[in-house]
């Protein structure tokens, strides 16, 4: 199960690890690297199924943007340390809200015309012609359906996570 937790570098990597994750940042970023020391570590979503997870990365990939910890701080390409990816918080925002429009596509279905509700009606009449055909779409589109939700699910969770991420200057990791 993956997690999305908020935590200090020094909670999960050992001091040469930390120090070159600041100095990437601080280089990617031309600012100062500070944290809020007096912030307590948080898990702010657990038990996300693993395929989930991997399937909303895979969205975070394409925007190449896929990294194992996000800073608050602005910059724009992944940072590689050792085998971490480093990524900015504020980036990350960005691209959750251009993938708003992919997890939430019903909220705004805008384009179906008629001619498409037609074309949809008289695909069913021909699945429904046959029983254990129509019980198979039936089952696909259930499953399609709970994917779906378990994605907008994890959008708001990492949407969520990343404000809180800048609000309390904190890095956000992604266990997986």
């Not at 908020?6 to 100062?32: C, K, M, P, R, Y």
């Not at 007096?38 to 702010?44: N, P």
């Not at 996300?48 to 990365?57: A, E, G, H, P, Q």
Request: hydrophobic share 35%.
């Amino acid at each position: 199960m993956a997690t999305i937790e908020l935590a200090h570098l020094s909670d999960h990597l050992e001091e040469h690890d930390l120090e070159g994750i600041i100095d990437a940042v601080q280089t990617a970023s031309g600012e100062a690297f500070a944290s809020a020391d007096e912030e307590d570590s948080e898990i702010l979503e657990s038990s996300i199924d693993d395929d989930v997870f991997t399937d909303f990365r895979d969205r975070l990939e394409a925007n190449d943007l896929d990294a194992d910890v996000y800073v608050p701080f602005e910059f724009d390409d992944l940072v590689q340390v050792g085998d971490l990816r480093i990524g900015s918080t504020q980036t990350l925002r960005l691209v959750l809200d251009s993938l708003r429009e992919d997890f939430f596509v019903e909220d705004a279905q805008e384009g179906d015309t008629e001619e498409d509700d037609a074309e949809d009606d008289f695909e069913r009449d021909d699945i429904e012609d046959n029983d254990e055909a129509s019980s198979y779409y039936a089952d696909e589109d259930a499953g399609i359906e709970m994917k779906d939700e378990q994605l907008r699910h994890v959008w708001r969770a990492v949407f969520r996570a990343s404000r809180q991420s800048l609000d309390r200057n904190m890095p956000l990791f992604f266990h997986h």
